[in-house]
């Protein structure tokens, strides 16, 4: 198989859809290989431990081959739907981790639980992952190196060939766009 070249959005997307429409096993392997550590490592860097990230980054990964037909490479790339997964499902445990047990749990009524915060965080992730997918192409693709792919700005340049100066330049005007799309909902 000739996989994708690391950080290179397109060659993903054809991944994601030889997952989606052959259910290509190779493909998969090479997209494992690139997104679990990096969903593992995201995951930790959020407060999970080692053990419960590995447990999330296999059900994510698990998910992206159960799910593949639905992703939208119009909405999103690879990454962000991949950690768009990775986010939802640390969310899910979070929940099941903050149920109370049985003999925890208080009499009588209780009020329900605020859901908004939820809903809300739920709601900004779309409007990230819209407001990233609407950036420029060279942009969005340095966003995901440094962001998602957690390369340095020297990994990037090593990776790109592109200037320092450049790499800098664009992901800091990325940021402001992404600034302003968020500040603007």
Known sequence: MSGPTEG????WVDVVIRIRDHRDEAAFVALFRHF???????????????????????EVMATVWHKAAQFDPTRASVATWIFTIARNRKIDVLRRQRRPEPEDLPWGPESEPDQADAIGLQQESEHLGE??????????????????????????????GLPLG????????????LRHAMNTS
């Open 166 to 177: 450049t790499i800098k330049s664009r992901i800091r005007l990325a940021l402001e766009r």
């Open 8 to 11: 290179v959005a397109a060659d």
């Open 131 to 160: 407001a990233i997918a609407s950036l420029p192409p060279k942009q969005r693709d340095l966003i995901e190196k440094a962001y998602f792919g957690e390369l340095s700005h020297t990994e990037i340049a090593q990776q790109t």
């Open 36 to 58: 679990a550590p990096r969903v593992k490592g995201f995951l930790m860097r959020s407060g999970a431990d080692a053990a419960l990230a590995e447990e999330c980054a296999q």
